[in-house]
Each structure stands twice: as C-alpha cells, then as structure tokens.
C-alpha cells in the first residue's frame, strides 16, 4: 500500500510517501510560509522524487483536526483535489493521534499531545505507548491548561509535544522535564501515514464525504450564535416589559 500523508493542521506543513513500512520520502516546513504557498510543490516533489504519480496511490491520508481552520481547510482541500479525478479513496487522521504516533517507540511513556486553542485553552488528548503501539487514553477535547495540569499531576514518564507544547511548559514550569525532544515534537507525515494505515480499512471515506473535525465552531460562527442569543434575549426582555 502506498499512502501520501498530509498535516497542515498548524505551524508546521508537512507530508510523506509511505509504501507499507518504508518512507519513500517526506518534507517538513516551519519557515513562515504559508501552507497554500508550500504544501502542493512539497506534494509535487515528493512524487517526483519517488517516481511516482498520484494515479499510484492506495490512498490519501490527512489530518483531520483538531486544528487551525485555515490549515486544516488547506490540507482537506489538497486531499481532496489530488483524489478527486481518480477517486482515490481518503483516510481522515486525528492530529493529537498521528502526533502521539511520534513516540511510538518510547514504551512505557504517557504520551500528552497538545495544540493551542486559545482562550487559555488547549487541543488534547492522552496516550499510553505499549511495546505493541499507541492506545487512547481520551478523546480530542478542547480542555483548559489548568484542568490538563491537574490530571497530569503525579504522573511520571510524561511526552508532552504538539504546536501547544511550549505554550503549555511555560504556563506550568515544573513540567518543563516532559518536554518532549524537537525531532518528535511537531506534527509529522510520516505519522500520519502511519494512523491510517491502522485506521484504513474502518475510517477510509471517499474524497467528497471528507471534511474537517472541528472541536470547536469558527470563530465568526461562534460570534454569529452569540449575537443571535443577545437578540433572542433583547427581544424577550422587550416583550416582557409590554
């Protein structure tokens, strides 16, 4: 099986060629670039340098969310373009997972992948490593850095990595042991291929039923909804008083 895996769910734009175990070839970019700048010539490349083209491919695997918006719009869009003529089919990845993927040889590890949220908020969800893989501790969820600290507490043996990492470690500084090393702490396409080669026979979709996992509603959604509830509100207090 040969997989193209994509992440652009962050900072950091990157995609692979997997062919069963072995990396064909893969790319990682944190330069300021913007993803729709970046992503496709890197895509391009990769086949080229593999002698390969997207007619090839068993699949395209992407990240799916948690994530930015944007990014993850650009990479679903990417996928879905690549796949679309051939109808190629598509494995949507979680990011907290394909990054807990990093540390898959560190058994023993409790693996915590974190993504800002903002708001004082983080993407998370935890990870033990077993000499046999990565299993799920929690589902993604949108937690606050507070609440996040407070499980972690007492734990040992501790990877912390994602976008969120650092962000995370500075909020509570005893933590800054866990930090995990920067060769697995970013997000990673090698990874993601790896997800979705253990996910593909139960998570495969076509390229038109891809879409986005959001935790959270855009930003522009969320004031929408806020204005509507204060009108709602206004109204009612309106007619009270009549």
Not at 70 to 99: F, H, M, N, Q, W
Not at 145 to 174: C, M
Request: glycine share 8%.
């Amino acid at each position: 099986m040969i997989l193209l895996g994509i992440d652009t769910s962050a900072t950091t734009c990157t995609a692979a060629l997997v062919r069963d175990q072995k990396v064909l070839g893969a790319f990682s970019r944190r330069d300021g670039m913007t993803h729709s700048e970046t992503l496709l010539p890197g895509v391009l490349s990769l086949l080229k340098g593999a002698a390969l083209d997207v007619g090839r491919l068993d699949a395209i695997a992407v990240s799916a969310g948690p994530g930015s918006f944007t990014g993850l719009r650009i990479g679903i869009a990417t996928a879905k373009g690549l796949a679309y003529d051939r109808d190629l089919p598509c494995v949507p990845v979680s990011t907290l997972e394909a990054l807990a993927e990093n540390a898959s040889d560190r058994a023993g590890s409790l693996v915590c992948a974190v993504m800002d949220a903002r708001r004082g908020e983080f993407y998370n969800a935890l990870f033990n490593v077993t000499e046999s893989g990565v299993e799920r501790l929690t589902e993604d969820r949108a937690v606050s850095g507070q609440a996040l600290y407070e499980e972690l507490s007492g734990e040992k043996n501790t990877l912390i990595l994602g976008d969120g990492a650092e962000k995370f470690v500075g909020a509570f500084p005893e933590l800054a042991p866990f930090l995990a090393p920067e060769d697995i702490r970013w997000q990673s396409g090698v990874s993601v291929c790896r997800v979705a080669q253990r996910r593909f026979d139960t998570d495969k979709t076509t390229c038109r039923m891809l879409s986005p996992r959001y935790l959270r509603l855009p930003q522009a959604e969320r004031e929408w909804l806020r204005r509507q509830e204060e009108n709602h509100q206004e109204s009612e207090q309106t007619g009270e008083k009549k």
